[in-house]
Nanobody, 123 residues
């Protein structure tokens, strides 16, 4: 059984930074590609960033490119999302997810999901 637990969310002013973490328990974390998604109230869940199994490839949504960075530490079974220059429109519930495919940007390609951590950015 694979479990994902997000942390690091909170309330921050526009222009500020947060780092989200997602700890993964279970076997073979190093074999999973990881991703971050977010869902704002009244909106569909959207892709934010993804990282390949060994961490050498990353992909970021246009809305966050240049501000957010996904990274993966296979020794700590943890994936991170560094978020800089946050904007009010970044406010959402952020989810991490794990996939057995090599690099996945589609929500449908992920096999395991966390419960989410709330990020709120005030103007």
């Amino acid at each position: 059984q694979v479990q994902l637990v997000e942390s690091g969310g909170g309330l921050v002013q526009a222009g500020g930074s947060l780092r989200l973490s997602c700890a993964v328990s279970g076997r073979s974390f190093s074999r999973y590609a990881m991703g971050w998604f977010r869902q704002a109230p009244g909106k569909e869940r959207e892709f934010v960033a993804a990282i390949s199994v060994f961490g050498e490839l990353t992909y970021h949504a246009d809305a966050v490119k240049g501000r957010f960075t996904i990274s993966k530490d296979n020794t700590k079974n943890t994936v991170y999302l560094q978020m800089n220059n946050l904007k009010p429109e970044d406010s959402a519930l952020y989810y991490c997810a794990a996939a057995t495919q090599y690099l996945v940007t589609s929500e449908n390609g992920y096999d395991y999901w966390g419960q989410g951590t709330q990020v709120t950015v005030s103007s």
